[in-house]
């Protein structure tokens, strides 16, 4: 049995080809070789892993608020489309959460660039200034001015002088500041007109469908227009003064806002041209969140304007168009501006605007 095994391994050795030492010593050589750039590979620097976090949060008004539904449907397509999981944490309003902002605490939030630009600098209803916000995009706006019935002689702001107009707006002060600034557009105050006070704009519609005031103050496309145009046999809107000087005064009564002028025939109430005191919606992060979160934030609502739409109605105009910005108040997030200079919409324009924003 020895013999045999002894034979067979034999016959296996000889059918083996042996190759002579000097290969051999080659292939050592090579394998050296291949440790060595394994070794010089294992050194090199290896790309950084993005700095996304697994979860976020995204301040916003009280529930039931616009602001709410507007964060819910962000926090919705967010969270679809990155690895973060969104949180939506309401507030009474911005100066709730901004101060937690301030401190790196809350990621994200929805607010108004009159809200943005207040808290930034510390005036008006803000006591100090909150410097670390950072613009993600400006998404929608909201339009106000002034209403008069269909049939009055009154055209534009400037012919309210001597009429009766809602004031005070106890219940929601910010609206008695826009109703000042589009007023003072026209080089108008409280004490060229007949103060009607009212608690807050459902009274001042009421009141102008009751016949006490000559003019309303709201919202265009607002729910409580259309029921004042169906009962007073329609409204029509009237211009704020956008000539730059009175875009400028009225900036400085409410900072953030700026004129736009909407087309005749496009929503309630427009039966002529009008310019409206315009202030955009911000959806803001810390300075503090990531560059590589900012990224994958913007990127999603970028790719998804459909489901954006789909997830609140009001989110339809938070269009690619608008996410940049030359009206903007305060700075973007450095994150915000690498997708957009990605994207092409970021241009000299905006870096010299940014620049002056961060000196501010």
Not at 3 to 12: C, F
Not at 71 to 93: D, K, L, Y
Not at 343 to 354: I, P, R, S, T, Y
Request: proline share 7%; aromatic share 8%; glycine share 8%.
């Amino acid at each position: 049995m020895q013999k045999e095994t002894k034979r067979s391994l034999r016959a296996a050795a000889a059918s083996c080809p042996v190759k002579p030492a000097r290969s051999w010593q080659k292939m050592r050589k090579g394998m050296k070789g291949i440790g060595v750039a394994l070794f010089v590979f294992s050194m090199a620097p290896s790309p950084a892993p993005a700095q996304v976090p697994r979860s976020a949060s995204l301040a916003t008004h009280a529930v039931g608020s616009l602001y709410n539904a507007i964060g819910t449907g962000i926090a919705t397509v967010v969270s679809r489309h990155t690895p973060m999981t969104v949180r939506v944490q309401p507030f009474a309003g911005p100066p709730a959460w901004l101060p937690s902002m301030d401190q790196g605490e809350t990621d994200m939030g929805v607010l108004t660039s009159a809200d943005a630009v207040t808290s930034y600098k510390g005036v008006i209803h803000y006591k100090r200034p909150f410097k670390n916000t950072r613009i993600l995009l400006v998404g929608g706006a909201i339009q106000l001015a002034f209403y008069v019935r269909k049939d009055s002689p009154i055209q534009t702001t400037a012919d309210l002088k001597g009429k009766r107009v809602p004031t005070d707006f106890p219940g929601i002060p910010i609206v008695m500041l826009s109703s000042t600034a589009a007023l003072a557009s026209a080089g108008l105050t409280y004490q060229d007109i007949v103060k009607v006070p009212v608690s807050d704009l459902q009274a001042g519609n009421q009141a102008f469908m009751e016949g006490r005031t000559d003019a309303g103050w709201h919202s265009l496309r607002s729910p409580a227009v259309e029921e004042a145009n169906a009962r007073v046999g329609g409204v029509k809107w009237i211009s704020v003064n956008d000539s730059p000087q009175g875009a400028a005064k009225m900036g400085d009564v409410y900072p953030g806002s700026y004129p736009e002028t909407f087309k005749a025939g496009s929503a309630t109430g427009l039966v002529n041209d009008a310019a409206m005191l315009t202030n955009d919606i911000y959806l803001v992060a810390t300075k503090g969140l990531s560059d590589d979160a900012a990224y994958a934030i913007i990127k999603a609502l970028w790719d998804n304007p459909k489901e954006l739409a789909a997830a609140y109605s009001a989110l339809a105009s938070w269009q690619q168009s608008r996410m940049v910005s030359k009206n903007a108040f305060i700075p973007y997030h450095p994150g915000a501006i690498r997708f957009y200079k990605e994207k092409g919409v970021w241009n000299k324009q905006m870096d010299d605007l940014q620049a002056k924003l961060l000196a501010q």
